[in-house]
């Protein structure tokens, strides 16, 4: 039986995984947030030409959706290993915002 | 007393918040991704002009750390949205490219 | 009479400006590229949540044709800097572009 | 005898190898923007883990260097053709916005 995925875990498997190869001298918060960025403008490509009716459906054919999901995961490694590094809680700042955001477009 | 936050709750909050503002027309796949690139690229503006070692203290200036947090929340507010209206698990999908991960780059 | 605008003298305005205000210390070619992405992204910004067709009217609108106009201005003006130091010309370089575009997609 | 090149000439260059593929149906606004903001990432994921000296460097390897400039081309060929489409001229706009520049920040 294995425990169920959570962020905190996730985290720890990214931070092993870069430690193992090294590769922390380059996850300053400046390289991670430009690689952050970077993935999501890979997802951006998937979609760029496409109508909006013909986004709603790229799930429907396996290889575009793999590359989607795949895409999704590159961008929540660099946002978690941002936030890794920057003593950012994702969770909380996210449930933060959401708190302001009602306050500032109120229904 | 509160449930610890989980993605599947701020996922829930996420989508109430855009129902009770009928926002949910303007959430296609490629809006979102679009939107997602956006704040990411609101997060690299932050460290665009500063030196690795500057971009390392960012938390330590509390408008800045402030300020990227806000960020951080954004991304992944439209990363879950994104995940929410393509119906891909992101913590699993993590998972699984992390392993992938590990047969591509052997220690 | 003035002349007719180019590339070359944009750039030497720009190198100009930059060096009067003592930049040029931050425009490595790294920073440049991201400044440029930034840029890009306060583009589609402008562009997110609209429809192909309500994007097609943008410059309809005062105020959105000058942020538009605004933008664009931008993104040329980092394109134009990151060339400069890079010692790359733009105008070359997309015309050899569109020669291997026209081999690679014959009609 | 050739013409030396200009962003008009190349502008028409461009426009007549979209429509030689029918491809102007793609090349709304919204979506030339989010392809040009694609292709300023891919200039991005070429420095993203260089260090500032290193990304000084980058014309020193050919490979490299013919990578940067067949990214330089593609973000100038989105922007042309974004400006094309919207009836903007690039090289004006520029320089009204160092203008401005120079009186928002004083020397």
């Keep these: 039986m294995t425990d169920p ?3 905190a875990g996730l985290q720890r498997r990214l931070a092993d995984f870069a430690a193992a190869r090294n590769w922390q001298q380059y996850h300053t918060p400046k390289n ?8 999501a403008s890979e997802l951006v490509e998937i979609f760029q030409w ?3 009716e013909e986004s709603a459906r790229v799930m429907a054919d396996p ?3 793999h590359r989607v999901t ?3 995961a590159d961008v929540l490694a660099y946002l978690l290993q941002l936030c890794e590094v ?4 994702p969770l ?6 959401i708190d302001r955001n009602e306050r500032r477009f109120p229904i």
Tied chains: 1, 2, 3, 4.
């Design 5 to 7: 995925l959570d962020v």
């Design 50 to 52: 496409l109508t909006p």
């Design 32 to 39: 991670l947030a430009a690689a952050l960025s970077v993935e």
């Design 63 to 65: 290889d575009t959706a």
């Design 86 to 89: 920057l003593g950012i809680d």
């Design 70 to 72: 795949d895409e999704v």
């Design 92 to 97: 909380t700042a996210l449930d933060a915002k």
